[in-house]
């Protein structure tokens, strides 16, 4: 069982681990939902390495641990972002990737999925960055609005008008496809 | 199902992690050592790989510097290490009026950059990395003839921009920008990711160091994608090298062979020419669309950065905006110049004003 770290284990470097065991795995699979496998690794471990670099400066008044992390990771990610919209824009044209354990999957849905991971991913690489982070840390993370605030070092009002215009985005390309 | 319940379950998912490169991931963590690259390879072998490719492009004709460049006695007396990376310079520039005449401004800058903080953490690490502090020192009509015309104009305030706001700079003011460390003046149109970059590694050898610089040139052979310009707009890649190596020479932290290596490299530049004066080294070359050509200016006794210049360099009286305000000008005009009085290491702190505190996308004063 993985102990849930407090905040002293992130001052700790002796009880680091505990903050690397139990968060490890979401932020390398948010990162990877954004970026390329290869370059995700990277900034899964880049994140965890500048975590415990800058552990003193973690102020658990700002905040817990995981919106810290998805900070630093959101953060990373920024330096990638053409590597990012490269990844939209394959997808809005290609669809998902085929997955070898969905081969009975009846092939009507697999266009109809391929159809809205095409319209979801054209409507992403059209978001500005900061509406983008936003979205993707809300889908991907669970963080509330006042996380994310904290995760990105930005006013609550702000994370709610970026909310806003990014939904607005995406229910006009749900609704009317990709232009 | 709400738009970021769809995005979660549609977007494709990441692949479970590999439990022995998690568990070498987590040593590496808790040793803190540095990751990968992210070629994968180790950085050794990615930077001997990078090493066989010529690049060195000789162009008959070009003046070239011939024998070594001295080494930097007095760069071997600075301190190699402190706080910030301090650069001090001062800007002389001619500014065209909405009336038509010219003014001739100075302003000084010291910059202080902890290049130990990256803005990685910037949300949780809210101070800046970066301060400017910029002080305006005088603005006057450029001649007689521009004196009479800002006279005509009713004699009016000239500020550190055109339009004269509340909190804009006027002559004998000074402010601080708090900036975050990865801010810096981009004439390379897309330098490279610096956070990314430790400047202080760069090799000290000239076609090392350009190979070192185009791994960040974007897209690799595709840059057409990268670019949000005109086609027509789009850099070279020998463009881009040159923008992007006078901006790591001019604000960032680089060894004196770094710099040295710079140099040698810039006067490979196709297009380059070497001017030789009484204690300077002048290497020029025409920006992107031809109306300036900037010079970069060092002390060969000494390999530091003097200054950098921009130079009217074409005339062109139908354009309207930027080159094209100077078209009055006789060609030779020094548009804009950087004058560089100090570059190194201090743990001098920069006086910031009572009450402002060092917090980023701030400004202090006046």
């Known amino acids: 069982m993985i102990a849930v770290p407090d905040a002293a284990s992130v001052v700790d470097p002796e009880r680091f681990g505990t903050v690397f065991d139990a968060h490890y795995e979401e932020i390398r699979r948010y990162i990877g939902r954004r970026l390329d496998l290869d370059i995700a690794e990277d900034l899964a471990a880049e994140t965890f390495l500048i975590a415990f670099r800058r552990r003193h400066r973690f102020d ?27 990844r939209y824009r394959a997808l809005a044209r290609t669809g998902p990737p085929t997955d070898d354990d969905r081969h009975d999957q009846r092939i009507v849905d697999q266009v109809s999925a391929g159809t809205t991971v095409g319209r979801l991913s054209g409507a992403l690489a059209r978001l500005s960055p900061g509406e983008r982070d936003v979205v993707l840390l809300i889908a991907y993370s669970g963080l509330t609005y006042d996380e994310v605030a904290a995760a990105l070092g930005i006013a609550y009002g702000t994370v709610a008008s970026r909310l806003n215009r990014a939904r607005t985005k995406l229910n006009e390309s749900l609704r009317w496809g990709p232009e | 199902m709400n738009e970021f319940k769809l995005i979660d379950t549609a977007m494709p998912d990441a692949p479970p992690s590999d439990p022995e490169q998690t568990a070498a991931v987590r040593a590496r963590v808790l040793r803190g050592s540095r990751t990968r690259r992210r070629s994968g390879k180790p950085a050794a072998a990615a930077l001997a790989a990078l090493a066989t490719v010529t ?13 070594p460049f001295p080494a930097s006695p007095a760069d071997r007396r600075e301190s190699s290490s402190g706080r910030y990376w301090r650069v001090i310079m001062e800007e002389n520039r001619l500014w065209r009026t909405s009336g038509n005449y010219f003014l001739r401004q100075r302003l000084s800058h010291v910059q202080w950059r902890r290049t130990g903080l990256v803005d990685e953490t910037a949300a949780w690490g809210p101070e800046a990395n970066l301060v400017d502090e910029k002080r305006f020192l005088s603005s006057e009509p450029a001649t007689a003839a521009d004196r009479r015309a800002w006279k005509r104009a009713g004699s009016p305030e000239s500020c550190e921009y055109l339009k004269c706001r509340a909190a804009d700079l006027r002559v004998g003011q000074t402010k601080f920008d708090l900036l975050p460390g990865s801010w810096f003046w981009q004439n390379g149109f897309s330098g490279p990711p610096l956070t990314n970059l430790d400047p202080m590694k760069l090799p000290g050898d000239p076609s090392t160091l350009r190979s070192a610089i185009l791994r960040f040139w974007p897209e690799g052979d595709h840059p057409e994608k990268a670019w949000d310009v005109p086609a027509k707009d789009m850099p070279t890649k020998d463009d881009w090298l040159w ?15 770094t710099r040295t290596a710079f140099y040698r490299m810039l006067t490979e530049l196709p297009g380059a020419r070497v001017i030789r004066r009484s ?8 920006l992107q669309d031809g109306y300036l050509e900037q010079h970069v200016v060092f002390d060969p006794a000494t390999g530091k950065l003097s200054a950098l210049e921009y130079v009217l360099l074409k005339r062109d009286p139908a354009r309207r905006g930027g080159a094209g305000d100077f078209s009055s000008l006789p060609k030779g005009t020094v548009i804009d110049q950087l004058t560089f009085t100090q570059m190194g290491w201090t743990d001098e702190d920069p006086g910031l004003p009572q009450g402002c505190t060092l917090r980023e996308q701030q400004t202090c004063g006046p």
């Open chain 1, 60 to 86: 658990p008044q700002k905040g817990m641990i995981r919106p810290w992390l998805y900070g630093i990771a959101t953060n990373l990610i920024g330096r990638h972002r053409r590597s990012e919209l490269r």
């Open chain 2, 55 to 67: 690049v060195i492009v000789a162009i008959v004709g070009i003046p070239r510097l011939t024998g």
């Open chain 2, 243 to 257: 923008g992007t190596s006078t901006d790591i020479l001019t604000q960032l932290p680089i060894s004196s062979a």
């Open chain 2, 279 to 286: 204690g300077t080294v002048t290497i020029a070359r025409a």
